[in-house]
C-alpha cells in the first residue's frame, strides 16, 4: 500500500515544536526527507528545542537519529510514558514476534542519544498531558499502547495532529471500524478512531494526519455514510509567483 509519512514543524512562538521525525533510512531510500524540508522551510535541527512523538513505530522516531548521534542535539524528546514502557522493554522484545522485534530494536536506537543526556519525557496523555505551554495531549491508544495526538490552540483555532489514527483514507474514513494489521490493539484502536472523528467534525478542528496524502492537513466531515476527509488545496509556490505580487 502506498501511503505517505508525514511530520509537522510548529512554532509557537516560544518553542519550535517537531511532531515526530519520519522514517529516516529505516523503510528504504525513499524517506528520510525531515531534515532537508526543514532547512528548505528556514530552520535548521539545531533550533527544534521540542520533539513530540506520538508513538515510537519507526516510520515517526527513526529521524530522531543519524549515525547514533541525534539529529535534533538540542531538543527535549516528549514521549507517553505507556508506549516509552513498552517499546523500550527488553523482556516485550525478547518474547514479541520475529517481523515485531525489528520495531522494539528501532525505538530503543531512536531514543538512546537522547536518554544518554536525559533529554528523553515520558507524560501521561490520559490525564491531559502539557509537554509545552499551548499544546495538550489526546490519548488515541490502541494503535499503540501509548499513542498520542497533540492539540495545538491558538485563539479560536485548533489543530490536531493525530499521528496513525488513519492509516487508508479510502477505507476508513467510510468505515472506522477497520483496523490495520499494524496495531497492537486493533479494537481499541477503532474505538479511538470513532471518538476522534466525533470530536473533530463537532468541533470544526484543523487535522493533520502522518499518513493521509501529502501534506495531510484538512477536516473531518460526518455524513451519512460516515465520515468524509477533506483536504486542503495544496499546489507547490512557482519562482514565477514569488518574483511578482498577486492580487
Same mark, same amino acid.
Given at each position: 500500500?502506498? *501511503?505517505?509519512?508525514?511530520?509537522?514543524?510548529? &512554532?509557537?512562538?516560544?518553542?519550535? #515544536?517537531?511532531?515526530?521525525?519520519? /522514517?529516516?533510512?529505516?523503510?528504504?531510500?525513499?524517506?528520510?526527507?525531515?531534515?532537508?524540508?526543514?532547512?528548505?522551510?528556514?530552520?535548521?535541527?539545531?533550533?527544534?528545542?521540542?520533539?513530540?512523538?506520538?508513538?515510537?513505530?519507526?516510520?515517526?522516531?527513526?529521524?530522531?537519529?543519524?549515525?547514533?548521534?541525534?539529529?535534533?542535539?538540542?531538543? @527535549?524528546?516528549?514521549? $507517553?510514558?505507556?508506549?516509552?514502557?513498552?517499546?523500550?522493554?527488553?523482556? &516485550?522484545?525478547? @518474547?514479541?514476534?520475529?517481523?515485531?522485534?525489528?520495531?522494539?530494536?528501532?525505538?530503543?536506537?531512536?531514543?538512546?542519544?537522547?536518554?544518554? #543526556?536525559?533529554?528523553?519525557?515520558?507524560?501521561?496523555?490520559? /490525564?491531559?498531558?502539557?509537554?509545552?505551554?499551548?499544546?495538550? *495531549?489526546?490519548?488515541?491508544?490502541?494503535?499503540?499502547?501509548?499513542? *498520542?495526538?497533540?492539540?495545538?490552540?491558538?485563539?479560536?483555532?485548533?489543530?490536531?495532529?493525530?499521528? $496513525?489514527?488513519?492509516?487508508?483514507?479510502?477505507?476508513?474514513?467510510?468505515?472506522?471500524?477497520?483496523?490495520?494489521?499494524?496495531?497492537?490493539?486493533?479494537?481499541?484502536?477503532?474505538?479511538?478512531?470513532?471518538?476522534?472523528?466525533?470530536?473533530?467534525?463537532?468541533?470544526?478542528?484543523?487535522?493533520?494526519?502522518?499518513?493521509?496524502?501529502?501534506?495531510?492537513?484538512?477536516?473531518?466531515?460526518?455524513?451519512?455514510?460516515?465520515?468524509?476527509?477533506?483536504?486542503?488545496?495544496?499546489?507547490?509556490?512557482?519562482?514565477?509567483?514569488?518574483?511578482?505580487?498577486?492580487?
Amino acid at each position: 500500500m502506498q *501511503t505517505a509519512v508525514n511530520a509537522y514543524l510548529v &512554532n509557537t512562538g516560544s518553542n519550535l #515544536v517537531l511532531v515526530d521525525t519520519g /522514517a529516516a533510512s529505516c523503510f528504504g531510500p525513499t524517506l528520510g526527507q525531515i531534515v532537508n524540508n526543514l532547512r528548505a522551510a528556514g530552520y535548521e535541527p539545531a533550533q527544534v528545542d521540542t520533539v513530540l512523538l506520538t508513538h515510537l513505530h519507526g516510520d515517526h522516531a527513526c529521524g530522531l537519529v543519524s549515525g547514533g548521534q541525534p539529529v535534533f542535539p538540542n531538543a @527535549t524528546v516528549h514521549v $507517553d510514558k505507556a508506549d516509552a514502557n513498552y517499546w523500550l522493554s527488553e523482556a &516485550n522484545a525478547a @518474547t514479541a514476534g520475529k517481523d515485531s522485534q525489528a520495531l522494539f530494536g528501532m525505538a530503543r536506537d531512536a531514543v538512546a542519544p537522547y536518554q544518554a #543526556v536525559n533529554r528523553l519525557r515520558t507524560f501521561d496523555a490520559a /490525564a491531559g498531558a502539557e509537554p509545552v505551554p499551548g499544546v495538550r *495531549t489526546v490519548a488515541a491508544y490502541g494503535h499503540t499502547p501509548g499513542h *498520542t495526538g497533540y492539540l495545538f490552540t491558538s485563539g479560536k483555532a485548533s489543530l490536531l495532529l493525530w499521528g $496513525d489514527i488513519v492509516h487508508n483514507h479510502a477505507v476508513q474514513f467510510r468505515r472506522p471500524s477497520v483496523s490495520m494489521e499494524f496495531d497492537v490493539d486493533s479494537h481499541a484502536a477503532a474505538t479511538t478512531r470513532s471518538r476522534i472523528f466525533a470530536d473533530a467534525a463537532k468541533g470544526g478542528l484543523w487535522v493533520g494526519g502522518a499518513h493521509l496524502p501529502f501534506p495531510g492537513i484538512g477536516h473531518v466531515r460526518r455524513d451519512t455514510g460516515g465520515y468524509e476527509w477533506v483536504p486542503v488545496e495544496y499546489g507547490p509556490v512557482r519562482e514565477d509567483m514569488m518574483a511578482s505580487p498577486r492580487n
